[in-house]
């Protein structure tokens, strides 16, 4: 069982939004601002999406953008695109000076 | 552009030392506020860190696998290395390097991991 609790899967048809939650404890993502998400296509290296909470890399699409309430962090990915197709994982910094990952969340575009 | 690639046996036996080597191209290992670290992924499972070394030598390991992990660093051939002893089944599973940025803690970039089965 992972620390960070993800849906196993979220779908939808290209051209809307969909958000990923990721939940955790006040000792994460409820406590620190360090939380990132990563796209991975099997095989391939993980990307990295957003860190910080909200912070794009450079090279991203603006479609892709984070947030947090609470202990539960967002990934939404608008206008939602065939080769966004992938499974998403997010990680957080704890208090216990280790991070910490979700289980990971397959996207289906429709 | 910084990429990062796994290498090393891809079947262990158990009670053995798994290691592995990462290599870094495109820039410097001794550069920077980055940490190298490696984190795996058990089969169908969720991702876990496993530590971190700075290009001083400096580690540091996740509580849980401690007492059997050993990284080193060699910055003459910009690569660093996992030591993990009396490995089990349950050490099986895809081990990735990833660059983390000290401050805003980001793992950037990854390597495309590599698959290690403990088995006799």
């Known amino acids: 069982q992972s620390a960070l609790t993800q849906p196993a899967s979220v779908s939808g048809s290209p051209g809307q939004s969909i958000t990923i939650s990721c939940t955790g404890t006040y000792d994460d993502v409820g406590g620190y601002n360090y939380v990132s998400w990563y796209q991975h296509h099997p095989g391939k290296a993980p990307k990295l999406m957003i860190y910080?909470?909200?912070n794009r890399p450079s090279g991203v699409s603006n479609r892709f953008s984070g947030s947090k309430s609470g202990k539960t962090a967002s990934l939404t990915i608008s206008g939602l695109q065939a080769e966004d197709e992938a499974d998403y994982f997010c990680s957080s910094y704890t208090s216990s000076s280790i991070w910490v990952f979700g289980g990971g969340t397959k996207v289906t575009v429709l | 552009q910084v990429q990062l690639q796994e290498s090393g046996p891809g079947l262990v036996k158990p009670s053995q030392t798994l290691s592995l080597t990462c290599t870094v191209s495109?820039?410097?290992?001794?550069?920077?506020?980055?940490?190298w670290t490696w984190i795996r992924q058990h089969p169908g499972k969720g991702l876990e860190w496993i530590g971190y070394?700075?290009?001083?030598?400096?580690?540091y390991y996740s509580p849980s696998l401690r007492s059997r992990l050993a990284m080193s660093v060699d910055t003459s051939k910009n690569q660093f290395s996992l030591n993990l002893s009396s490995v089990t089944a349950a050490d099986t599973a895809i081990y990735y390097c990833?660059?983390?940025?000290?401050?805003?803690?980001?793992?950037?970039?990854w390597g495309q991991g590599i698959l290690v089965t403990v088995s006799s």
């Open positions: 990833a660059r983390a940025y000290r401050g805003d803690w980001r793992f950037d970039p």
């Open positions: 070394i700075y290009h001083s030598g400096t580690t």
């Open positions: 910080e909470v909200t």
């Open positions: 495109g820039g410097s290992i001794s550069g920077g506020y980055y940490y």
